[in-house]
Structure formats: C-alpha cells, structure tokens
C-alpha cells in the first residue's frame, strides 16, 4: 500500500514539475515574440519620427529604447486577456522645452483620464441591472459617472514615462510624451473617486452602491 501511495505521490510530482517547466517555457517564448514585435515596430516609428526631425532630450535613453518600452506596455495583458496598461499621448508647443514637457503630459493625463472614465462608464452601466436601480438612481449614475474625468486626473499617481521627443516649430518647442498607467491601479483610483461623488451627489443606499461599484 505504501508503494502504491508513493508511486502516486511521485507521479504527481512529476505532473505538476512538467506544468510548470511547460509554463515557464511557455511564457518565455510569447515574452521573446512581444519583445520581437515591439523591437520591429519601434525601429519602423524611431525611423519616421527622427525624418520627421524629432529628437530626444539629452542623457535621455535612446529613441529606439523609449519606444521599444512603450510597444511593451501597450502589448502586455493581464491574466484575463485585458490591457495590462492604459497608455496616453500628449503634445504641446511653448517657447521653451521645459514649458512644452510640462504642458504635453497635462495633455496625456487628462486623455488617460478620459480613457479611465469611459471604461469606468461601460463597467458601471453593467452593473445597474444587478445594483437593482431605479430610473432615478440609474440616471444619477450616469451623470456623475460622466463628469469624473477632471476628478481622476487629480487622483491619478505617478505615471510611467514611456516616450520624450522634441521638434524645433519657428520660435518654439514641440514636445510629444507617450506615458503609461496601470490598468488595476486606474480602476481603484476611478472607485475612490465615484464612490465619493455617488455619495455626495445622491441617495443611492450603501447596498446598492457596493453592488454598483463591484468591478
């Protein structure tokens, strides 16, 4: 009996020692083929923006390396099949290319911010149904869901500098930026931010406002 139990337990080992090397493998090689694709396809944007007459900061990484990083994070998914990152553009022209830096991420985060809320917007009309809403609450919702992009902005933390490029335009700087923001961590601060507003700007009972925000 001790046998058999023993010859089972090695078996199982064995299994499970085979998934595991099969998944490691596994991820190594579609880690391989992202980093292929985002090499390929930030050589090809490299090329046409620096015959476009863009260049890099100084001490900056190079402009391949940026963009190779940022086709990463916009190919990576979650466990689920879902972006693992929200990426967002920004451009600005100023007199100097301080001013344009600063001024093009401000653009980039409110259209990260747009991009939060609406996918906050689809989330939420989903779970109306299943908060038992009445039209009143449900109209509420939307509105207040609708006018939280200036909110988030605020609420958003530190983002991931993907890409910093500059253009010479007559008197002044054009900076172009390409930044990042976590998926998980954009959904929480988009709750902080709905939760606070639905309670401050309707009735909706603590029951259905959990129900509502389970996403």
């Given at each position: 009996m001790k046998t058999i139990i023993a010859v089972k337990f090695i078996t199982l080992l064995m299994l499970v020692c085979s998934i595991s090397a099969f998944s490691q493998t596994?991820?190594?090689?579609?880690?391989r083929k992202l980093n292929s694709r985002a090499v390929k396809s930030a050589r090809k944007e490299a090329?046409?923006?620096?015959?476009g007459g863009y260049y890099i900061a100084p001490g900056a990484l190079?402009?391949?390396?940026?963009?190779e990083k940022a086709w990463v994070k916009s190919?990576?998914?979650d466990e689920s099949g879902y972006p693992r990152y929200i990426v967002a553009t920004g451009n600005a022209i100023a007199e100097t290319?301080?001013?344009?830096?600063?001024?093009?991420?401000?653009?980039?985060?409110?259209?990260?911010?747009?991009?939060?809320?609406?996918?906050?917007?689809?989330?939420?009309e989903g779970n109306?149904?299943?908060?038992?809403?009445?039209?009143?609450?449900?109209?509420?919702?939307?509105?207040?869901t609708g006018a939280i992009k200036n909110i988030i902005?605020?609420?958003?933390?530190?983002?991931?500098?993907?890409?910093?490029?500059y253009k010479k335009m007559g008197k002044g700087i054009e900076a172009n930026v390409r930044i990042a923001y976590n998926s998980e961590m954009a959904a929480e601060a988009a709750k902080k931010v709905l939760r606070k507003e639905l309670k401050d700007k309707t009735k909706i009972q603590?029951?259905?406002?959990?129900k509502l925000m389970n996403f």
């Open positions: 596994d991820y190594k090689k579609l880690s090329k046409q923006l620096k015959k190079p402009l391949e390396k940026q963009l190919m990576q998914e290319q301080t001013a344009a830096k600063l001024q093009a991420n401000e653009v980039a985060k409110f259209e990260l911010a747009g991009t939060i809320s609406t996918n906050v917007a689809a989330l939420i109306i149904a299943n908060a038992q809403l009445n039209m009143e609450e449900a109209t509420s919702v939307t509105e207040v902005v605020q609420e958003i933390g530190r983002v991931i500098q993907l890409v910093e490029t603590h029951e259905k406002l959990e």
